[in-house]
T-cell receptor
Framework: AQTVTQSQPEMSVQEAETVTLSCTYD???????LFWYKQPPSRQMILVIR??????QNATENRFSVNFQKAAKSFSLKISDSQLGDAAMYFC??????????????FGKGTLLTVNP | DSGVTQTPKHLITATGQRVTLRCSPR?????VYWYQQSLDQGLQFLIQ???????AKGNILERFSAQQFPDLHSELNLSSLELGDSALYFC?????????????FGQGTRLTVV
């Protein structure tokens, strides 16, 4: 079974600074997807960024980028120019690339990010 | 707005009772997933339906059941409720199971068992 580990229960960053959230995962599969979801106090789960395992290029979405190290099974999220609205719980998630019953998401425990003004 | 609608947003009920949570997926999405988020267990996958059929089961208790109707909305039934069932229950939907699509989440139903 796949597992996702987020080793940082809490992180804090100053507004306008950069912060990196860590995520490692364990899988025997070669085809899979990785995601970062954001959960603000409103509880809504919002997709921040995703990475296909077969792509070597790291995904980027505006101020959010990832460092995907497939051999090390590491998938960190970098938030640049942090804003107060970035304060939230961040979840790393894994999904198998095979079809059918394996499209469920396996989540890490989350990292609570605080942004200080 | 993700396009996934969950009702009700909040639910308070007593132990031993039964409740039904409802989910309407995004237009065109055939798959519905149910997740439970609790402080001690984190976010856990419960069950998946695809076009009316059960496709995958996760850590779903026998007291819980779900179904997906012909109009693709889904219901999660929780019975003989216990205090430990208090949690946030999410529904997510995605497109055709063989397509490369993300899962979009509803806003969740906060269940409190007293």
């Amino acid at each position: 079974a796949q597992t996702v580990t987020q080793s940082q229960p809490e992180m804090s960053v100053q507004e306008a600074e950069t912060v990196t959230l860590s995520c490692t995962y364990d899988t025997s599969e070669s085809d899979y997807y990785l995601f970062w979801y954001k959960q603000p106090p409103s509880r809504q789960m919002i997709l921040v960024i995703r990475q296909e395992a077969y792509k070597q290029q790291n995904a980027t979405e505006n101020r959010f980028s990832v460092n995907f190290q497939k051999a090390a099974k590491s998938f960190s999220l970098k938030i640049s120019d942090s804003q107060l609205g970035d304060a939230a719980m961040y979840f790393c998630a894994y999904r198998s690339g095979r079809g059918g019953s394996n499209y469920k998401l396996t989540f890490g425990k989350g990292t609570l990010l605080t942004v200080n003004p | 707005d993700s396009g996934v609608t969950q009702t009700p947003k909040h639910l308070i009920t007593a132990t031993g009772q039964r409740v039904t949570l409802r989910c309407s997926p995004r237009s065109g999405d055939l798959s519905v997933y149910w997740y439970q988020q609790s402080l001690d267990q984190g976010l856990q996958f419960l069950i998946q339906y695809y076009n009316g059929e059960e496709r995958a089961k996760g850590n779903i208790l026998e007291r819980f059941s779900a179904q997906q109707f012909p109009d693709l909305h889904s219901e999660l039934n929780l019975s003989s409720l216990e205090l430990g069932d208090s949690a946030l229950y999410f529904c997510a939907s995605s497109g055709h199971e063989n397509m490369n699509t993300e899962a979009f989440f509803g806003q969740g139903t906060r269940l409190t068992v007293v």
